[in-house]
C-alpha cells in the first residue's frame, strides 16, 4: 500500500503500520517540542542562554546555573510536558471513542470531578495541609469518571451514553462548585480559581515523581491499544465484527484515559483545551489512524502546555498567567488555521 | 396534531402551576388570595407591593429566560447536529461573561443594567466572530461550527479567567452573577429585551418545519430544495437573540440549553415543530422551579439559579439518557 509503513520486529510479536506522514511529524514535533522546553528552562529572572541550559542539564555547566536550572526550572518544564501528554492522549482516546469532535477529558466528569474535590478542599476544610490536593483532585477525577461510567452501564457501555452522562455528572459537580466558589471567602476563592485555571507554577521533582510511573505505565499501554482504537472508532457493530472484544477494550482505553488525565490534572489543575484541540491539531498532521495519531497527540500536547508556561511568564513579567489559560490564547488560532487550511470538514 | 395540544396544555397547567409558586413562594408569606388581589384590586400595601415589584418580574424573568435558553437550544443541536452543543458552544455565554469581566475591570465598578448591555453585545460579538470563522473556506459545516465555538468559548473563558485572577476585586464583585441569577431585576428589564425574545420565539416556531427537515442532514435538505445557507444564517441569528436575552438579563445560565432539548425530544420526538414549543415550556418550567428552590434551600440567604438548574437538571438527565440511549 502506498504512503503506508510496515513495522515488524523480528524478536517481538509486534507490528503495526504507519501513516507515511508519521515519522517526519513526530521527528519535527520532537524537535520542536525540546527547543520550546530549552528556552523555558533559560527565560527568567536570571536568564540563561540556551547552550548554558543544556550544559547545566547534562551536568556541564556552570554550579551556580545548577540551581536554577536543575532545581528550580527543569522539573517545572518537565511536569508541564507530561501533563501536556497526559491531557492531549486523554482527548485522543475519547475522542476515538466516542466519535465526537468535542469529547475531551472534560465531558466525561473528569474536570469537574477534580474541581469540586479541590475547591471542597480549599474552601471546606482550609486546615488540611496543600500536599493533599493533588490526591484529592485525583480521588475526585475518578470518583466522577468511575460514577459516569457505572451509571451509563446497562448491559453493556455505550459512548454515547457515557458522554451524556458524563455531561450530567459534571454539571452537578460544577453546580456544587459554583455554590461554593460564590458563598467562600474571597481569598480562598481566588487561590480555587488559579488552581481550576492550571498552572505549573512551582511544580519541583516531587511532582514529577508523582506524575511519571502513570505515564510510564499507561502511555505505552495506550500506544499499544492503538489498533484496538482503530477498530472501536468504526463503530462497535464494524468492531465486533472484526474481532474486536469491544466491552474489553473500551474499558481498558477509558481506564488510560482517566489514569492520563486525572495523573494530569492532579499535579498541574485541570489545564484546559489541551485535551480538546491536541487530538484535532495532531489528526491534521499525521491522519486519523491512532498508531500516528496518538504519539502525535502526546508532542502536540507536550509542546502546547510547555510553550504556553513559557508565554504566561514572559508576557507579563514579573506577574505570571496560569499556563492553562495560555493554553487556548495559544492554540485555538493554531487549530483554526489548520481547520481552514485543509478546507475539508 | 390533538396529542399535541393535549401535551401543550399539560405543559401550560405546570407552567401556571410553577408560575404560581414561585410569585406566592418568598421570605415573606404572602397567601393565594392576597397575590390574586393584587393584581385585581391593588391596595398598595406591603404585600401587594412585593408580588408586583419583586415577585412577578422575578418570575417572568424565569420563564423567559428558561423558554429562551431551552429553545436556542435545540436549534443548536438541530444545526450542529451535535447532541453535546448548547447555546454557549455558539460563544454567547462565554461572550457575555468576557464583556462584563472586562467592563468592571476597565471602568471599576458596575451595575445590573449597564451589565445587561454588555452582555448583550459580548454574546453577539462572541457568536459573529465564531459565524464568520466557521463559514470561511467554504461554506459553513456543523462540524466547523462546533469546532471553531469550541476554540472561541476556550480563548473567551480563558481570557475572562486571567482576568478574574488578576483583579480580585473584580472577581468578589462579579462571581455571584457569573453563577446565573434572576435575582433583584425589575420589570423594565424584560421590557428591554422582550422584543428580541419575541421575535426570536416567533422565527424559531415558524422555520421549526424547515429546520426538522435540516436535522435529518445537509444533503437531505438540500436534496429536499431548501436553500440551507440562508436557514442556517436564520437559525443562527436566532439562537442569538434568544440566548443573548437570556444571558444578558440574568448571566450565564448553563445547562438549560443543553439538557431541556434532550429532555424534550425524549418526551415529543424528534420532530421540531412539536419539541421547540414543548422545549420552551419546558425550560420556562424548569427554571421556575430552580428559582423557587434557590430561595427555599438556604432561607433567607440564596443560591445562584444556575446552580440548582443543574442540581434539578441533572439527575434527569442522566436518567433519560440511561433510558433512551442504546446504542452508540
Same mark, same amino acid.
Given at each position: 500500500?502506498?504512503?503506508?509503513?510496515?513495522?515488524?520486529? $523480528?524478536?517481538?510479536?509486534?507490528?503495526?503500520?504507519?501513516?507515511?506522514?508519521?515519522?517526519?511529524?513526530?521527528?519535527?514535533?520532537?524537535?520542536?517540542?525540546?527547543?520550546?522546553?530549552?528556552?523555558?528552562?533559560?527565560?527568567?529572572?536570571?536568564?540563561?542562554?540556551?547552550?548554558?541550559?543544556?550544559?547545566?542539564?547534562?551536568? $556541564?555547566?556552570?554550579?551556580?546555573?545548577?540551581?536554577?536550572?536543575?532545581?528550580?526550572?527543569?522539573? $517545572?518544564?518537565?511536569?508541564?510536558?507530561?501533563?501536556?501528554?497526559?491531557?492531549?492522549?486523554?482527548?485522543?482516546?475519547?475522542?476515538?471513542?466516542?466519535?465526537?469532535?468535542?469529547?475531551?477529558?472534560?465531558?466525561?466528569?473528569?474536570?469537574?470531578?477534580?474541581?469540586?474535590?479541590?475547591?471542597?478542599?480549599?474552601?471546606?476544610?482550609?486546615?488540611? #495541609?496543600?500536599?493533599?490536593?493533588?490526591?484529592?483532585?485525583?480521588?475526585?477525577? &475518578?470518583?466522577?469518571?468511575?460514577?459516569?461510567?457505572?451509571?451509563?452501564?446497562?448491559?453493556?457501555?455505550?459512548?454515547?451514553?457515557?458522554?451524556?452522562?458524563?455531561?450530567?455528572?459534571?454539571?452537578?459537580?460544577?453546580?456544587?462548585?459554583?455554590?461554593?466558589?460564590?458563598?467562600?471567602?474571597?481569598?480562598?476563592?481566588?487561590?480555587?480559581?488559579?488552581?481550576?485555571?492550571?498552572?505549573?507554577?512551582?511544580?519541583?521533582?516531587?511532582?514529577?515523581?508523582?506524575?511519571?510511573?502513570?505515564?510510564?505505565?499507561?502511555?505505552?499501554?495506550?500506544?499499544?491499544?492503538?489498533?484496538?482504537?482503530?477498530?472501536?472508532?468504526?463503530?462497535?457493530?464494524?468492531?465486533?465484527?472484526?474481532?474486536?472484544?469491544?466491552?474489553?477494550?473500551?474499558?481498558?482505553?477509558?481506564?488510560?484515559?482517566?489514569?492520563?488525565?486525572?495523573?494530569?490534572?492532579?499535579?498541574?489543575?485541570?489545564?484546559?483545551?489541551?485535551?480538546?484541540?491536541?487530538?484535532?491539531?495532531?489528526?491534521?498532521?499525521?491522519?486519523?489512524?491512532?498508531?500516528?495519531?496518538?504519539?502525535?497527540?502526546?508532542?502536540?500536547?507536550?509542546?502546547?502546555?510547555?510553550?504556553?508556561?513559557?508565554?504566561?511568564?514572559?508576557?507579563?513579567?514579573?506577574?505570571?498567567?496560569?499556563?492553562?489559560?495560555?493554553?487556548?490564547?495559544?492554540?485555538? #488560532?493554531?487549530?483554526?488555521?489548520?481547520?481552514?487550511?485543509?478546507?475539508? &470538514? | 396534531?390533538?396529542?399535541?395540544?393535549?401535551?401543550?396544555?399539560?405543559?401550560?397547567?405546570?407552567?401556571?402551576?410553577?408560575? &404560581?409558586?414561585?410569585?406566592?413562594?418568598?421570605?415573606?408569606?404572602?397567601?393565594?388570595?392576597?397575590?390574586?388581589?393584587?393584581?385585581?384590586?391593588?391596595?398598595?400595601?406591603?404585600?401587594?407591593?412585593?408580588?408586583?415589584?419583586?415577585?412577578?418580574?422575578?418570575?417572568?424573568?424565569?420563564?423567559?429566560?428558561?423558554?429562551?435558553?431551552?429553545?436556542?437550544?435545540?436549534?443548536?443541536?438541530?444545526?450542529?447536529?451535535?447532541?453535546?452543543?448548547?447555546?454557549?458552544?455558539?460563544?454567547?455565554?462565554?461572550?457575555?461573561?468576557?464583556?462584563?469581566?472586562?467592563?468592571?475591570?476597565?471602568?471599576?465598578?458596575?451595575?445590573?443594567?449597564?451589565?445587561?448591555?454588555?452582555?448583550?453585545?459580548?454574546?453577539? *460579538?462572541?457568536?459573529?466572530?465564531?459565524?464568520?470563522?466557521?463559514?470561511?473556506?467554504?461554506?459553513?459545516?456543523?462540524?466547523?461550527?462546533?469546532?471553531?465555538?469550541?476554540?472561541?468559548?476556550?480563548?473567551?473563558?480563558?481570557?475572562?479567567?486571567?482576568?478574574?485572577?488578576?483583579? /480580585?476585586?473584580?472577581?468578589?464583585?462579579?462571581?455571584?452573577?457569573?453563577?446565573?441569577?434572576?435575582?433583584?431585576?425589575?420589570?423594565?428589564?424584560?421590557?428591554?429585551?422582550?422584543?428580541?425574545? *419575541?421575535?426570536?420565539?416567533?422565527?424559531?416556531?415558524?422555520?421549526?418545519?424547515?429546520?426538522?427537515?435540516?436535522?435529518?442532514?445537509?444533503?437531505?435538505? $438540500?436534496?429536499?430544495?431548501?436553500?440551507?445557507?440562508?436557514?442556517?444564517?436564520?437559525?443562527?441569528?436566532?439562537?442569538?437573540?434568544?440566548?443573548?436575552?437570556?444571558?444578558?438579563?440574568?448571566? #450565564?445560565?448553563?445547562?438549560?440549553?443543553?439538557?431541556?432539548?434532550?429532555?424534550?425530544?425524549?418526551?415529543?420526538?424528534?420532530?421540531?415543530?412539536?419539541?421547540?414549543?414543548?422545549?420552551?415550556?419546558?425550560?420556562?418550567?424548569?427554571?421556575?422551579?430552580?428559582?423557587?428552590?434557590?430561595?427555599?434551600?438556604?432561607? #433567607?440567604?440564596?443560591?445562584?439559579?444556575?446552580?440548582?438548574?443543574?442540581?434539578?437538571?441533572?439527575?434527569?438527565?442522566?436518567?433519560?439518557?440511561?433510558? /433512551?440511549?442504546?446504542?452508540?
Amino acid at each position: 500500500m502506498k504512503g503506508w509503513i510496515a513495522v515488524r520486529s $523480528r524478536v517481538l510479536p509486534v507490528s503495526f503500520r504507519l501513516d507515511r506522514r508519521v515519522p517526519p511529524v513526530l521527528v519535527g514535533l520532537s524537535l520542536v517540542t525540546l527547543a520550546i522546553m530549552v528556552v523555558d528552562v533559560g527565560v527568567g529572572e536570571y536568564p540563561i542562554a540556551p547552550l548554558e541550559v543544556i550544559k547545566t542539564v547534562l551536568g $556541564r555547566g556552570e554550579s551556580d546555573h545548577d540551581f536554577i536550572v536543575n532545581t528550580l526550572r527543569l522539573p $517545572r518544564a518537565v511536569v508541564a510536558a507530561l501533563v501536556g501528554m497526559g491531557m492531549a492522549l486523554s482527548g485522543a482516546i475519547l475522542q476515538g471513542l466516542t466519535r465526537n469532535d468535542l469529547a475531551s477529558p472534560g465531558v466525561i466528569g473528569l474536570n469537574a470531578g477534580a474541581n469540586l474535590a479541590a475547591v471542597i478542599l480549599l474552601v471546606l476544610v482550609p486546615s488540611l #495541609p496543600i500536599q493533599w490536593l493533588p490526591v484529592a483532585a485525583f480521588g475526585g477525577a &475518578a470518583l466522577a469518571t468511575l460514577l459516569a461510567y457505572t451509571l451509563a452501564w446497562k448491559k453493556g457501555s455505550s459512548p454515547m451514553r457515557l458522554i451524556l452522562v458524563g455531561i450530567g455528572i459534571a454539571s452537578l459537580a460544577g453546580a456544587i462548585t459554583t455554590a461554593l466558589i460564590t458563598f467562600g471567602p474571597i481569598y480562598v476563592v481566588s487561590q480555587a480559581m488559579v488552581w481550576m485555571s492550571g498552572s505549573v507554577y512551582g511544580r519541583s521533582w516531587e511532582h514529577v515523581r508523582q506524575i511519571l510511573p502513570w505515564m510510564a505505565l499507561f502511555i505505552p499501554l495506550t500506544f499499544g491499544l492503538a489498533r484496538h482504537l482503530n477498530a472501536l472508532h468504526l463503530g462497535d457493530d464494524v468492531a465486533r465484527g472484526l474481532g474486536s472484544r469491544v466491552e474489553w477494550q473500551r474499558g481498558l482505553l477509558l481506564l488510560c484515559s482517566v489514569a492520563l488525565a486525572g495523573a494530569s490534572v492532579a499535579v498541574a489543575g485541570p489545564i484546559g483545551f489541551v485535551g480538546l484541540m491536541a487530538p484535532h491539531i495532531a489528526r491534521r498532521l499525521s491522519g486519523p489512524s491512532h498508531e500516528g495519531l496518538l504519539p502525535t497527540a502526546a508532542l502536540v500536547g507536550a509542546a502546547l502546555v510547555v510553550g504556553s508556561d513559557l508565554l504566561g511568564r514572559v508576557l507579563f513579567a514579573p506577574y505570571e498567567i496560569p499556563c492553562g489559560l495560555i493554553t487556548a490564547a495559544l492554540g485555538a #488560532p493554531y487549530f483554526l488555521y489548520l481547520l481552514y487550511r485543509t478546507r475539508k &470538514a | 396534531m390533538s396529542r399535541m395540544l393535549i401535551s401543550v396544555s399539560l405543559g401550560f397547567l405546570l407552567l401556571f402551576g410553577s408560575f &404560581a409558586l414561585s410569585v406566592a413562594y418568598g421570605v415573606t408569606s404572602i397567601g393565594l388570595p392576597d397575590v390574586i388581589q393584587s393584581f385585581t384590586a391593588f391596595d398598595g400595601s406591603a404585600s401587594h407591593y412585593i408580588i408586583r415589584t419583586v415577585r412577578l418580574p422575578r418570575a417572568l424573568i424565569a420563564m423567559v429566560v428558561g423558554g429562551s435558553l431551552a429553545v436556542a437550544g435545540a436549534l443548536m443541536q438541530a444545526l450542529t447536529r451535535n447532541p453535546l452543543a448548547s447555546p454557549g458552544i455558539f460563544g454567547v455565554n462565554a461572550g457575555a461573561s468576557f464583556a462584563v469581566v472586562l467592563g468592571i475591570f476597565l471602568f471599576g465598578g458596575s451595575s445590573l443594567s449597564v451589565n445587561v448591555w454588555f452582555a448583550f453585545l459580548g454574546s453577539a *460579538a462572541g457568536a459573529l466572530l465564531i459565524y464568520v470563522l466557521a463559514s470561511l473556506g467554504g461554506g459553513l459545516t456543523p462540524m466547523k461550527l462546533a469546532v471553531a465555538g469550541a476554540a472561541i468559548t476556550a480563548l473567551l473563558t480563558s481570557v475572562t479567567q486571567g482576568l478574574l485572577i488578576l483583579n /480580585e476585586r473584580t472577581l468578589d464583585e462579579i462571581r455571584f452573577w457569573l453563577a446565573g441569577s434572576v435575582a433583584g431585576r425589575g420589570m423594565d428589564l424584560i421590557v428591554q429585551v422582550l422584543p428580541y425574545v *419575541a421575535i426570536g420565539l416567533l422565527a424559531a416556531i415558524l422555520m421549526s418545519k424547515q429546520i426538522t427537515t435540516l436535522s435529518l442532514g445537509e444533503d437531505v435538505a $438540500r436534496g429536499l430544495g431548501q436553500n440551507t445557507a440562508l436557514l442556517k444564517t436564520v437559525a443562527l441569528v436566532t439562537v442569538v437573540l434568544l440566548s443573548g436575552s437570556a444571558v444578558a438579563i440574568a448571566g #450565564p445560565i448553563g445547562f438549560v440549553g443543553l439538557a431541556v432539548p434532550h429532555i424534550t425530544r425524549s418526551l415529543v420526538g424528534t420532530d421540531y415543530r412539536r419539541i421547540i414549543p414543548h422545549a420552551a415550556v419546558f425550560g420556562a418550567i424548569l427554571l421556575l422551579i430552580a428559582d423557587v428552590a434557590s430561595r427555599w434551600l438556604i432561607n #433567607p440567604q440564596e443560591l445562584p439559579i444556575g446552580v440548582m438548574t443543574a442540581a434539578f437538571g441533572a439527575p434527569f438527565f442522566i436518567y433519560l439518557a440511561r433510558r /433512551e440511549v442504546k446504542r452508540s
